[in-house]
């Protein structure tokens, strides 16, 4: 029997994961890189390592060729992706998986589920901010259930870098860099800070309040603890936003 044009592409393409796997991310740290706007690729760049097991997300492969990266998965439904682009991968050895477009969970969220699901490390999220605020909103509130998996996932965009925290976390940063802290949950209490301008001591922050916004690195190191529910902790992306003064002091020089 002689399949239709259209629907032997696709049988092909429901193949492919059977005759290209790649090497499992079982344990190692996982870079998805999303279909989302990049401006410079320079500034995303330097959060990718030679190690990382790489997964682009159905129109995420144009952006990970910019980035000159090697892409161990595709996955997606291809609606932002030209099947014979994902066709030419066949025995490359990139495992492809395709799916349906009428379906209940994004791209993006499908291959964070694989990655989590596959015994990652660690996730890191890239192109998952810019474009649609829909799908940029939806990608951060992804990180909550994720997180009490057990696997940390951080959300790096052009400007921003996003991370989860329900019990603390430790950052290195330079003086003066923004850092934000917003609540996930209606409220995060027991909030104590350390090695920032504006501190806090067993605070508070809610829903509906701005408290949190803008508040900066004052040396190199910096702590957040809580006790109780979770935060959104945004940084400024310290390789796209150069190097500014702390609030009342003069200019920075050599940082």
Same mark, same amino acid.
């Given at each position: 029997? =002689?399949?239709?044009?259209?629907?032997?592409?696709?049988?092909?393409?429901?193949?492919?994961?059977?005759?290209?796997?790649?090497?499992?991310?079982?344990?190692?740290?996982?870079?998805?890189?999303?279909?989302?706007?990049?401006?410079?690729?320079?500034?995303?760049?330097?959060?990718?390592?030679?190690?990382?097991?790489?997964?682009?997300?159905?129109?995420?492969?144009?952006?990970?060729?910019?980035?000159?990266?090697?892409?161990?998965?595709?996955?997606?439904?291809?609606?932002?992706?030209?099947?014979?682009?994902?066709?030419?991968?066949?025995?490359?050895?990139?495992?492809?998986?395709?799916?349906?477009?009428?379906?209940?969970?994004?791209?993006?969220? %499908?291959?964070?589920?694989?990655?989590?699901?596959?015994?990652?490390?660690?996730?890191?999220? %890239?192109?998952?901010?810019?474009?649609?605020?829909?799908?940029? %909103?939806?990608?951060?509130?992804?990180?909550?259930?994720? =997180?009490?998996?057990?696997?940390?996932?951080?959300?790096?965009?052009?400007?921003?870098?996003?991370?989860?925290?329900?019990?603390?976390?430790?950052? =290195?940063?330079?003086?003066?860099?923004?850092?934000?802290?917003?609540?996930?949950?209606?409220?995060?209490?027991?909030?104590?800070?350390?090695?920032?301008?504006?501190? %806090?001591?067993?605070?508070?922050?809610?829903?509906? +309040?701005?408290?949190?916004?803008?508040?900066?690195?004052?040396?190199? =190191?910096?702590?957040?603890?809580?006790?109780?529910?979770?935060?959104?902790?945004?940084?400024?992306?310290?390789?796209?936003?150069?190097?500014?003064?702390?609030?009342? +002091?003069?200019?920075?020089?050599?940082?």
């Amino acid at each position: 029997m =002689h399949l239709p044009p259209d629907r032997r592409r696709r049988d092909e393409i429901a193949g492919m994961a059977a005759r290209t796997e790649g090497p499992a991310p079982a344990g190692r740290r996982v870079v998805i890189i999303s279909n989302g706007q990049v401006r410079d690729v320079s500034s995303v760049a330097p959060f990718i390592r030679s190690s990382d097991y790489v997964i682009a997300v159905d129109g995420g492969l144009k952006q990970a060729q910019r980035l000159g990266v090697r892409v161990h998965m595709l996955l997606g439904d291809f609606d932002s992706l030209p099947e014979k682009e994902a066709l030419k991968l066949v025995g490359t050895g990139v495992r492809v998986m395709r799916y349906p477009r009428e379906k209940d969970q994004t791209d993006t969220h %499908l291959a964070l589920e694989y990655a989590v699901r596959s015994g990652a490390s660690e996730v890191i999220m %890239l192109a998952a901010l810019g474009g649609r605020i829909d799908h940029a %909103l939806a990608n951060l509130w992804l990180l909550p259930a994720y =997180h009490s998996a057990g696997c940390p996932v951080t959300v790096v965009g052009d400007d921003n870098i996003v991370h989860l925290v329900k019990d603390q976390i430790s950052m =290195h940063g330079r003086p003066g860099e923004y850092v934000s802290l917003l609540p996930v949950t209606p409220e995060a209490r027991g909030i104590t800070t350390s090695g920032l301008r504006y501190p %806090l001591k067993n605070g508070t922050l809610r829903w509906g +309040e701005s408290l949190g916004i803008s508040n900066e690195f004052l040396s190199e =190191h910096a702590r957040i603890t809580l006790t109780s529910g979770m935060l959104f902790v945004i940084r400024a992306n310290p390789v796209s936003n150069p190097p500014r003064s702390p609030a009342g +002091e003069g200019e920075l020089h050599g940082v």
